[in-house]
């Protein structure tokens, strides 16, 4: 099944259940707390904070996320994508946990022919939170799954909260057993890769209080109104309804890693490093044009770095894979191309994200021509001496004078198997910010000093690219 097609079933199977069919918003989202939309539920946040009375209690989306956390995971895992698409059913006060897994199970086990996704029932395994026995019970006594493919799991996995005070709740999972060539058996408890997770349902009823963190905080009451707040994976239904082995195979990516090896001459298959490069590169390519496409522009912060990073790991795979000029644009079209079909507004905005890659990349290929020599020539040095670190003085050098994001000397450190002393690095680059200030403050005073204005690049450089999007809105 397409994921078109994939896409089409979950909104009619929705729509015909009462509710309200919503587009997708923005990656950029609007929310003070939140870089980029990264679940479903983002767009509907004032509905369940109570901020907002919903102009209907039912709604569904298929919705745009990124998330930067996962990015290390990506080409890794068979899972993880930085952008990914988020299928989702949401009651603002009306059905609650009976409602939202009788739905589940109805749409993934139904017949194809009936507007289902036809999976075997047998495979589905199910998570719920340690203490929620009225889900486990729907779970066996209503759906008539066996007890022995329910497992419980803790708050990490298994419970849902958002600010203090603010909603919160316990989920249950639904996961997809690929089989024994995926690992050894024993249920999502033990195995994440075997038993994948397609489908989060969040069940939003009681209040959260202080406390810190996703594990270690009371709960201190009920929620007036309960909610659902529903997310599914559209990339990973995908890999299993297209019998694949991972997301980058699935058919709006396949055709990214193709195209790369038809520029590169590296077909997938011919060895891991290289089938994760490419993985990379498509994922990366294609979260490149879905940031551009709503607006970001590459940068030194926020955004705008999210998309600098994404898009020079996207290049720099391609270098690995043996290109030597540009690619961008070729790998742009076709993501265009594949994507346009569910967001026809890329096509029309093709010109305007093909010009913002292409300079990002004309600016990259600069930078990286002049810093590889410097970053080749000390992981020489470092190798002669006997040393495995490279240090944060050479880090500093790359950073300050060749452009050099610590990012970049880390992982091309790492490809060489060097590790890079952050420490050292960190130091100095607030070494160089203290001078500024100093400097900037006697420029006020008076005594002129060109070298404040760095302050600004410096800091940005420095801008730690993960964390800031590990804030609430997570699960789902
Ligand atoms: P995982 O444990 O696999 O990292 P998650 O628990 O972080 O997933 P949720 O926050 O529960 O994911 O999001 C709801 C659904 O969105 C998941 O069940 C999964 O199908 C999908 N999903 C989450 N992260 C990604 C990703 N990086 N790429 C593709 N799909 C994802
Ligand atoms: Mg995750
Ligand atoms: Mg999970
Ligand atoms: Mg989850």
Redesign the pocket.
């Known amino acids: 099944m397409e994921s078109a097609e994939i896409r089409r079933r979950w909104l009619s199977f929705f729509e015909e259940r009462g509710h309200t069919v919503v587009p997708s918003a923005s990656l950029i989202a609007d929310d003070p707390t939140l870089l980029l939309v990264?679940?479903?539920m983002v767009p509907f946040k004032p509905y369940f904070l109570g901020e907002t009375k919903p102009p209907a209690p039912r709604a569904t989306s298929v919705q745009k996320?990124v998330?930067t956390p996962?990015i290390e995971?990506?080409g890794k895992?068979t899972?993880?994508?930085?952008?990914?698409q988020?299928c989702g059913n949401f009651s603002f006060g009306d059905y609650f946990k009976e409602g939202a897994i009788k739905y589940a199970w109805e749409l993934l086990t139904g017949s194809v022919a009936d507007g289902g996704y036809g999976l075997e029932p047998e495979k589905l395994w199910i998570t719920v939170y340690l203490d929620d026995d009225e889900a486990e019970r729907i779970w066996r006594e209503v759906v008539g799954v066996p007890a022995e493919r329910i497992q419980r799991l803790g708050k990490k996995?298994n419970f849902w909260s958002m600010g203090v005070p603010g909603p919160c709740g316990p989920?249950s999972?639904i996961n997809y057993d690929r089989g024994p060539e995926f690992g050894p058996e024993g249920g999502p408890a033990v195995n994440?890769e075997r038993y994948?997770?397609?489908?989060?349902l969040v069940f939003m009823q009681y209040e959260r209080g202080e406390g810190s963190g996703k594990e270690d905080f009371e709960i201190v009451g009920d929620l007036p109104s309960k909610n659902i707040d529903t997310?599914?994976?559209?990339?990973?239904?995908a890999m299993i309804l297209q019998g694949v082995q991972n997301?980058y195979e699935t058919d709006t990516l396949r055709v990214v890693i193709d195209k790369a090896t038809e520029l590169t001459g590296v077909r997938y298959g011919d060895s891991h490093e290289s089938d994760v490069s490419l993985r990379v590169v498509a994922d990366h390519i294609r979260t490149s044009v879905m940031l551009i496409g709503d607006g970001v522009t590459p940068g030194n912060e926020g955004r705008g770095y999210v998309l600098r990073r994404i898009m020079r790991r996207a290049i720099r795979n391609m270098r690995l894979l043996g290109a030597t000029g540009p690619v961008v644009s070729a790998l742009v079209d076709v993501v265009v191309k594949t994507m346009g079909q569910q967001y026809p507004e890329l096509e029309t905005d093709r010109k305007r994200i093909e010009t913002v890659a292409l300079a990002e990349e004309a600016r990259f290929l600069k930078t990286l021509n002049a810093g590889t020599n410097v970053l080749d020539g000390a992981v020489t040095e470092a190798r002669n001496a006997g040393s495995t670190v490279l240090s944060g003085d050479k880090a500093f050098l790359l950073h300050d004078t060749w452009g050099f994001p610590i990012d970049l000397t880390l992982e091309m450190a790492a490809e060489q198997g060097l590790s890079v002393d952050e420490d050292g690095f960190r130091r100095l680059m607030k070494e160089q910010r203290e001078r500024a200030k100093a400097d900037a403050k006697a420029k006020k005073t008076g005594h002129a000093d060109l070298s404040a204005y760095r302050e600004v690049a410096d800091s940005a450089g420095a801008t730690e690219f993960t964390g800031y999007t590990h804030t609430d809105g997570?699960?789902?």
Do not use: K, P, Q
């Not at 899972?79 to 990914?84: K, S």
């Open positions: 990264n679940a479903g996320c998330r996962d995971e990506v895992t899972r993880h994508g930085t952008f990914f988020m996995d989920c999972e994440d994948v997770e397609i489908w989060n997310g599914l994976g559209l990339e990973r239904l997301m997570e699960s789902t």
